[in-house]
Each structure stands twice: as C-alpha cells, then as structure tokens.
C-alpha cells in the first residue's frame, strides 16, 4: 500500500473515557510526521454522510482531560449493507483519504475488516471500551477510569450499608467480561462478586452471605457484572435472597452510564496517547487490519482477526483473592 498522505480518524460504538485523548495522539502524531489528518463525525454513520472536518495541532487543545469523545459517536445500521459501505469508500475517495484510524470495540473492528476485504482500504484499530473486553491488548481505552469510578460509588454506598446494617446489590457493565465487577469489587472490598465467566450458583452466595452475617458482618457489598447469569436480573436476585435469608434487608443501585463518563484518568490518558502515536507510526509502516494494543507494557499490533474472536480470559489467580480476601 502506499504511504498515506491524508488520515482520517473517527470513534463508533460506545463512548469511552480517553477516546478524546486518543483523537488528539492521532491528530499530533499526524502534525509530526506532515501528514494531513480528517476528523470522522459520528462514527462509521458519518463515512457514509461525508460528515468530515479537517483537523489539526490546535483543534485538539484542552481536550485531553475531557470524557467522552468531541467526534460523537453512532451506530450505524447503513454501515452493515454493502451499499452503504460502497458510499462511505467513495466518499473516502472523494475527500482523498488514504487511510483511516477507528477507535472502538469489536463490532467496530469487525465492520473495519470486512470495509478492508471489500475496497483494500487502509484501517488500523485503537481498543476504546471501558469493558476491557477485547482480545490481545492488556487494557482498553478507558478501562481504568471506569475501575476508578466504580470503587468510589461502591464506596460510598458502604457508607450507607455500615449505618443501616444492608445489603446492597450494586450492578457494574460487563456483559460479557467480568473484568470492572472483579477489579472494582477487590478494590472496594466487596463480599462477593458475580461475573459472566463463574456462575456462583444462587444456593452458594446464600450460604456465603450466611456465613458472612453469623461471622460478625453487619453489612455486605455484592459486586454484579450485568452479565452474571445467576438470575434473570439484578432486582430478581435481591428478591429471591429477601424470600431465603429474612435477616438481610437488601437494596438494588445500578450504576449505568456512569460508569462511561468522567475525566480520564492519568493512565488512561497515557495509554490512548500511546496507542494514538502508535496508530499513525503503523499506518506510515505499511500496516492495516491490525489492532494497536498494550502486551506487558509495550505497544503492539494484533490482527483484526485475533481482536474480535474474544475478550481476555479472566484472571483466575485475582478470584482467589477475592475469595481469601472476603472472609
């Protein structure tokens, strides 16, 4: 492929803290190297409608610190059809641009591959996603944020739950990977926590919450992935241990979107830089179809392929811990 001239840059799927930074290490890495760079408005959706501005070293000052993403974001139902794809190339091809840097998760890089197989188009992928969920990367763009934001809500209903001798019930994102709910729930100290990977089974968090009450507990934090399938949903499981252990009074916080928003943290801000530079040096080595992502600390790259076919196995050496910890 030939060397790309002409950048562009979009963020699809769900917003994620450091996105924003990652634009901006994509934008000046551009400005470094004298290449021109294109900001992609509202994801995939926005190729298809030519939504593009032409961005440069100053129009992604004092946005580093700053959640969310400035390009916004979208899905794109006209993105899955061919000929939806046929005119977001041809308006790639009408703006010349060479290539393109997509910041999201799997189903944007699986829309990103197929877009490569059809027009030989020119795509590396950055990992944005709080949920840590994808295949060959450490961590994910904010990631570590949402971690943050997690244990201080969770701290803050322990208050709540010491004063008023509850148990509380608090749902964390994870649909499919229990990453946020096993971190956070370490971090903050919870009784137990639920994650899509270990179904728990309802009859032995009974008998821990039991064993925790006659140890001396006056109160207990569970930590849920909104993917644990030990009920149909969260406040069908706090019903269901009301029904089987009448000495808990139990309460119900889902976190929601919370967990989505906020400034990002130092590492966050470090780690989407890094990849940002990273997307740009790949583009300008020839690569396309790969992943940039975080091994032991160093940047590398990760094909499409291997990114998309799964998320991370689960930490089972941190489940012990959690487990011993608990007690």
């Known amino acids: 492929m030939k060397i790309p001239s002409k950048i562009g840059v979009l963020t699809s799927g769900g917003d994620a803290p450091g996105m924003n930074a990652a634009i901006r290490a994509v934008v000046r890495a551009c400005t470094y190297h004298n290449v021109e760079c294109v900001g992609v408005y509202r994801g995939l959706q926005g190729l298809i409608e030519a939504d593009f501005k032409e961005l440069n070293a100053r129009s992604v000052k004092n946005i580093i610190n700053r959640g969310g993403t400035f390009l916004k974001s979208a899905r794109s139902k006209d993105f899955m059809t061919f000929e939806g794809r046929t005119k977001a190339f041809n308006n790639l091809q009408n703006e010349n641009i060479d290539a393109l840097v997509v910041i999201g998760g799997d189903g944007t890089f699986a829309g990103a591959s197929v877009f490569i197989k059809e027009f030989n188009f020119p795509i590396v992928g ?13 961590y994910t763009i904010g990631y570590d944020t949402a971690l943050n934001t997690v244990v201080e809500a969770i701290d803050k209903i322990r208050d709540t739950a010491n004063s008023h001798n509850r148990l509380f019930l608090v ?12 971190n956070a729930g370490i971090g903050a100290g919870a009784e137990e926590i639920l994650i899509p990977e270990q179904n728990m089974g309802r009859e032995r968090l009974l008998e821990s919450l039991s064993r925790s009450k006659k140890s001396g507990k006056t109160s207990s934090i569970v930590v849920v992935s909104e993917g644990d399938q030990i009920g149909k949903n969260i406040f069908g499981l706090a019903k269901y241990i009301e029904e089987n252990l009448k000495e808990y009074e139990v309460r119900v916080t889902v976190l ?24 740009i040096d790949a583009l300008l080595n020839g690569e396309t179809n790969v992943m940039i992502g975080i091994v032991h600390n160093k940047v590398t790259l990760v094909p499409f392929s291997e ?14 811990v959690a487990d011993i910890i608990s007690i």
């Open 171 to 182: 749902e964390v994102m994870g649909r499919d990977a229990g990453d946020i709910a096993l």
């Open 307 to 320: 990114a998309i076919k799964g998320s991370n196995e689960i930490d089972e050496d941190l489940i012990r």
């Open 256 to 279: 929601g979107h919370i967990q989505r928003g906020g400034a990002p943290s130092c590492y966050d801000r470090v780690l989407a830089s890094r990849l940002g530079v990273g997307a």
């Open 126 to 138: 950055l990992p944005g996603t709080i949920d840590n969920d994808i295949n060959g990367t450490d």
